[in-house]
């Protein structure tokens, strides 16, 4: 009951130290505000950079061509050998008859020539489709296809997929870093902007000593006013991600100057990223105020 | 208090080889000119300040072996009352001394039957609502005496408590005190004002550089200059 009691009125006191010293706490809660927009804007940007990342390179695909003399039961044989590599997500068989309706229906040149093609002329290979579940280990499942008897030929865009690996994995790392780099420059200058406040309340933190507070007495309402600080810093941010992200993403139809970058869906994207912005902002905000006050603390 | 010395690191010793008793209810003070040593002696009775030697015990505590993280011990036995009144300027009347009760936790009802009637004993149950900017010097100086004996302190600390009030405020200031005191408070007064010192027929201890000059028992100093 006295715990409760204590932690009750620890509370009210972070309140009311929120309120009395209602200038300062506006700064803080200023600071924090515009350092998680940027927050946010970056995390925002990174998460879909990734997540395009991530959508070209489930797109890459190993097209492995077989032997047009292959018989039903060979294309069976080399199905069953695919389907035993390791890495190996999914594989697809496409007839040659497939691909070529498809490649007359894509365009009207290619209709032209193709139509009068017979089953003989036609020199369209049947192929599998596979896709790999880790990009990187692509040339590996390449090779041991191209060894299964009756594959003529494997591609899946050699030196263009290692590139562009490399590439995401390069941006990937920015990203991590940049939102990394400004996470720390929040912390950094939010938990300096409480540390002012609460140092115009020094001798407020001095009387609190004389009369018998214990340091946690002391910490405990400070520590609290910093979550209070943070949170009432995040609120601003949070509407911006939810409010914006959602327009942004009408406004485009869901993607990003041409349909080949799509944006990630905001359900429940910004709802984790608005947790997220709250989160730093309530961390931050306490270890602002623990750092600060416990300067107080060591008479 | 038993070879109490003080040097602080500038060099500087405040007290040397000092040894006194304060009974329980005692109503002493403590006068000498600037620089004798007063404040030091009493900022060390509540561990704002540690002796460099010797032992000083206050209620059964040895205050000089406490901890940082412990001073709040003492503090809590022992009412302290500065002559800037030191109130959270914040608070109100009501909250500057229940925030002294509050820190231990007691039920709302409890600190409000006690904050009204430490509040009536000095004369400001009609002043709760009052932000300290409110209130004249003497007023804030017995919401600091109300603070400082709220939650029954055995032993009241006063620096200067009247210093920065006029003569008639002061005496009253004197007046609350006495009254306190003679609940069974030990009261413990720094001191310049000599008439005060003289009206009050007290236990008088004069200190100079650092050492007791004389120890007057009550009744014996208003007959005797220093």
Same mark, same amino acid.
């Given at each position: $009951?006295?715990?409760?009691?204590?932690?009750?009125?620890?509370?009210? @006191?972070?309140?009311?130290?929120?309120?009395?010293?209602?200038? *300062?706490?506006?700064?803080?809660?200023?600071?924090?505000?515009?350092?998680?927009?940027?927050?946010?804007?970056?995390?925002?940007?990174?998460?879909?950079?990734?997540?395009?990342?991530?959508?070209?390179?489930?797109?890459?695909? #190993?097209?492995?061509?077989?032997?047009?003399?292959?018989?039903?039961?060979?294309?069976?044989?080399?199905? @069953?050998?695919?389907?035993?590599?390791?890495?190996?997500?999914?594989?697809?068989?496409?007839?040659?008859?497939?691909?070529?309706?498809? $490649?007359?229906?894509?365009?009207?040149?290619? @209709?032209?020539?193709?139509?009068?093609?017979?089953?003989?002329?036609?020199?369209?290979?049947?192929?599998?489709?596979?896709?790999?579940?880790?990009?990187?280990?692509?040339?590996?499942?390449?090779?041991?296809?191209?060894?299964?008897?009756?594959?003529?030929?494997?591609?899946?865009?050699?030196? $263009?997929?290692?590139?562009?690996?490399?590439?995401?994995?390069?941006?990937?790392?920015?990203?991590?870093?940049?939102?990394?780099?400004?996470?720390?420059?929040?912390?950094?200058?939010?938990?300096?902007?409480?540390? #002012?406040?609460?140092?115009?309340?020094?001798?407020?933190?001095?009387?609190?000593?004389?009369?018998?507070?214990?340091?946690?007495?002391?910490?405990?309402?400070?520590?609290?006013?910093?979550?209070?600080?943070?949170?009432?810093?995040?609120?601003?941010?949070?509407?911006?991600?939810?409010?914006?992200?959602?327009?942004?993403?009408?406004?485009?139809?869901?993607?990003?100057?041409?349909?080949?970058?799509?944006? #990630?869906?905001?359900?429940?994207?910004?709802?984790?990223?608005?947790?997220?912005?709250?989160?730093?902002?309530?961390?931050?905000? $306490?270890?602002?105020?623990?750092?600060?006050?416990?300067?107080? *603390?060591? #008479? | 208090?038993?070879?109490?010395?003080?040097?602080? +690191?500038?060099?500087?010793?405040?007290?040397?080889?000092?040894?006194?008793?304060?009974?329980?209810?005692?109503?002493?003070?403590?006068?000498?000119?600037?620089?004798?040593?007063?404040?030091?002696?009493?900022?060390?009775?509540?561990?704002?300040?540690?002796?460099?030697?010797?032992?000083?015990?206050?209620?059964?505590?040895?205050?000089?072996?406490?901890?940082?993280?412990?001073?709040?011990?003492?503090?809590?036995?022992?009412?302290?009352?500065? %002559?800037?009144?030191?109130?959270?300027? +914040?608070?109100?009347?009501?909250?500057?001394?229940?925030?002294?009760?509050?820190?231990?936790?007691?039920?709302?009802?409890?600190?409000? =039957?006690?904050?009204?009637?430490?509040?009536?004993?000095?004369?400001?149950?009609?002043?709760?609502?009052?932000?300290?900017? %409110?209130?004249?010097?003497?007023?804030?100086?017995?919401?600091?005496?109300?603070? =400082?004996?709220?939650?029954?302190?055995?032993?009241?600390?006063?620096?200067?408590?009247?210093?920065?009030?006029?003569?008639?405020?002061?005496?009253?200031?004197?007046?609350?005190?006495?009254?306190?005191?003679?609940?069974?408070?030990?009261?413990?007064?720094?001191?310049?004002?000599?008439?005060?010192?003289?009206?009050?027929?007290?236990?008088?201890?004069?200190?100079?550089?650092?050492?007791?000059? +004389?120890?007057? =028992?009550?009744?014996?100093?208003?007959?005797?200059?220093?």
């Amino acid at each position: $009951m006295k715990t409760f009691r204590i932690i009750g009125r620890n509370f009210r @006191d972070a309140f009311k130290g929120v309120f009395r010293n209602f200038s *300062l706490s506006f700064a803080s809660i200023s600071c924090i505000t515009i350092t998680l927009i940027v927050v946010a804007v970056s995390m925002v940007l990174s998460n879909n950079v990734d997540n395009f990342t991530q959508l070209v390179e489930r797109d890459v695909t #190993i097209v492995a061509f077989i032997d047009n003399e292959a018989t039903n039961e060979q294309i069976d044989e080399i199905k @069953d050998e695919i389907s035993t590599i390791n890495n190996v997500d999914t594989y697809e068989f496409r007839s040659k008859q497939n691909i070529t309706k498809d $490649m007359r229906e894509s365009s009207e040149v290619f @209709d032209s020539i193709m139509k009068n093609w017979t089953d003989e002329e036609n020199p369209i290979q049947n192929t599998f489709q596979i896709k790999v579940k880790d990009i990187e280990k692509i040339k590996n499942v390449a090779n041991q296809v191209e060894k299964i008897d009756g594959i003529t030929l494997v591609k899946y865009g050699e030196g $263009m997929v290692e590139q562009l690996i490399s590439t995401f994995d390069f941006i990937h790392k920015i990203c991590i870093g940049a939102v990394v780099a400004l996470i720390l420059v929040t912390a950094f200058l939010i938990s300096n902007t409480i540390k #002012i406040t609460i140092n115009s309340r020094q001798r407020e933190i001095g009387i609190m000593r004389l009369i018998g507070a214990s340091n946690l007495n002391i910490r405990i309402p400070f520590i609290i006013e910093g979550l209070l600080l943070g949170a009432l810093g995040s609120v601003i941010p949070i509407l911006t991600t939810i409010y914006g992200y959602n327009a942004l993403y009408r406004n485009f139809d869901g993607h990003l100057f041409s349909p080949f970058i799509k944006l #990630i869906e905001p359900v429940p994207f910004v709802y984790t990223t608005s947790l997220i912005l709250l989160a730093i902002g309530i961390a931050v905000g $306490m270890f602002g105020s623990w750092r600060a006050v416990r300067k107080y *603390l060591k #008479i | 208090m038993t070879n109490v010395k003080k040097t602080y +690191k500038t060099g500087v010793t405040a007290i040397q080889n000092l040894n006194l008793t304060i009974s329980k209810g005692d109503f002493v003070f403590i006068i000498g000119s600037t620089g004798c040593g007063k404040s030091t002696l009493i900022k060390m009775l509540y561990r704002e300040e540690k002796p460099t030697s010797g032992q000083i015990i206050v209620g059964g505590i040895d205050v000089g072996k406490l901890r940082n993280g412990k001073v709040y011990k003492i503090r809590r036995k022992i009412g302290v009352v500065f %002559q800037d009144y030191k109130l959270l300027p +914040k608070s109100t009347v009501y909250e500057n001394v229940a925030f002294a009760l509050e820190i231990f936790g007691l039920p709302k009802d409890e600190i409000h =039957a006690k904050v009204l009637k430490v509040l009536e004993l000095v004369g400001l149950k009609n002043k709760i609502k009052n932000y300290p900017s %409110q209130l004249s010097g003497g007023e804030q100086q017995r919401v600091a005496i109300a603070r =400082a004996i709220v939650n029954g302190p055995k032993l009241l600390i006063c620096d200067e408590p009247t210093g920065n009030l006029d003569p008639t405020t002061g005496m009253e200031i004197m007046e609350v005190l006495e009254e306190i005191n003679k609940l069974g408070t030990t009261i413990i007064m720094v001191t310049h004002d000599i008439n005060i010192v003289k009206k009050m027929n007290k236990r008088v201890i004069v200190l100079d550089s650092g050492r007791v000059l +004389k120890d007057y =028992a009550k009744g014996t100093y208003s007959n005797e200059n220093i």
